[in-house]
């Protein structure tokens, strides 16, 4: 029953005329007054022409009389808080059981087509803290927007050439012996991460001899042999040249092979993965097309550029003089390839907050090129993971690797599920798989509760605390309530029940059964803001009332068979509320714990 769908129909018959949703929106009330539905009364008074106490006391006598759900009704200056009847909680509780799916919509034939890019890693390192941000709100926000009823398409573009890609290529040409991952015993990407940490190092100790031979800084970047030898890679890589393409595709499978087991341990995936070695191309074919249309003008040095100003931003390269594309060319050839791929309606980026005026250049590149969704392109821009010591650097190989965070969280929740004795009876194989589900749900729930637009802080000894605003202790309640599940099974099956509609509810189930409510509300708006976070933290609230509840009323020693049943009825429904909101979030839950 939409209880805001029927006040509209209700204020429409009340004035006479046709009302917008969005002037009749309830939000819940307060908890200092009394009431579960607020109504906001402002927007109606031009319809109402009275001052808000009496459109507020006009509408809340009509809704008295014409809805049997409406119990009471009180007003505070413009706000009517209104109180539902028992009834209403009982009879939205039932249609819930019965609803296979509860929060999550059927993909319609006509329904958007949405890519969703997001990972995008180098493959001169391996994936890190920031990329498992990136990585979690990407797969997080696909799968809300999937929920609500849209096609998605998830992808991701690999880096795969550049100069960094050629300074980890050298470091192992000139220093690495020959070794690979199989005679390290390293991941392929780990592997080579350590060579771009060693040109890094060794560019550093070439700059300080130079520098200590009277050069300045800018002198000795001048005239660094190695950059000069990674600059001349890159013209080989880009002219063909054989030996350079055999050595960039033995490290970059390597690299590839080390990616796809971080991306497991992590359970996201990707319909289509694109590379920029094949997408550059197609960009400067799209770029110098623009110089012949007049889009896009070309310097005496054979630089091509793009004249911005009268946008309000400023002019950018796109083409250098000798040829070679810059990161925006790539981009707008991946987009040309997806849009042939796929037509999409909308393509979203995520991509953090550093990126900004990149985006708002590749925006109206792509819009002035013709591209139709250009215009309407979203760069889901989020903030920075930073770790209580402060940044990391990928080139100082100061960065807390992915693969050492998911192995560190695991045997956190492993030590800590044992230390606290939630483990006792479990098989060694039944610990391994507790631990791993409690070790990344810790991880993804800690960063997915934040703010996605919000700079943040990832303290590993907080997120996989047992209490508050984490992810075991919200999976430790939807075990709890599977346990109480088990229990009843020889009692009754509640899987057709329904209840009746004279059962007295207490405060707690009201508030619990108004929580469930709101959920498809909740992934709407999630799905609208692009936040994980919504979700994430209706979840908490569900979770904390439902342990309030669970402490305050007994469910299986409730000797009265309708109490007992709503309860039941009540506690499974939270429990799937729990799981549909986690899968979002692309957590596990575990049965027992």
Known sequence: ???????????????????????????????????????????????????????????????IKNQPFIAAYNVVKGF???????????????????????????????????????????????????????????????????????KVVKTNIVNDRGIHICKSMLAWKRWGGGETPESTGKKGDHLIGDYYVKFDQEYKKELLCLESAGWTRKEAEEKSTLMAEAREMLRKWEAGDFETLALWNKMNAWAYAGFDETYRALGVDFDKIYYESNTYIEGKEKVLEGVEKGIFYQKEDGSVWADLRSDGLDEKILLRSDGTSVYITQDIGTAKQRFDDYRMDKMIYVVGNEQNYHFQVLSLLLDKLGFKFGKDLVH??????????????????????????IAEMIDTARETSIELGKLEGCSEEEIEKISRIVGLGALKYFILKVDPRKNMVFNPKESIDFNGNTGPFIQYTYARIQSVLRRKDAQWDISDEKIAANVPLNEKEQSLIQLLIEFPAIIQEAADNFNPAIIANYIYDLVKEYNQFYHDYSILGEENKEIKKLRLILSQNVGRVIETGFKLLGICVPERM
């Open 380 to 405: 889901f821009s989020y903030g920075m993971v930073e770790l209580p010591e402060g940044k990391m650097k990928s080139r100082e190989g100061t960065v807390v690797d992915a693969d050492d965070l």
């Open 1 to 63: 029953m939409n209880i805001q769908q029927l006040i509209r129909e209700d204020l429409e018959h009340l004035y006479a005329v046709e009302i917008d949703e969005s002037f009749c929106r309830l939000q819940k009330t307060k908890k200092e007054f009394q009431g579960h539905w607020t109504l906001v009364v402002f927007p109606l008074l031009k319809i109402s022409r009275k001052n808000p106490e009496q459109t507020a006391m006009e509408i809340g006598e009509y809704l």
């Open 80 to 150: 009517l808080n209104l109180s539902i009847a028992p009834a209403y909680w009982i009879e939205s509780l039932n249609d819930i059981h019965v609803e296979k799916s509860y929060g999550v919509k059927e993909t319609g034939k006509n329904a958007p087509l949405i890519l969703i890019e997001y990972s995008s890693p180098n493959t001169n390192k391996p994936l890190h803290l920031g990329h498992v941000r990136n990585n979690l709100l990407g797969y997080s926000i696909s799968e809300i927007l999937k929920a609500v009823g849209n």
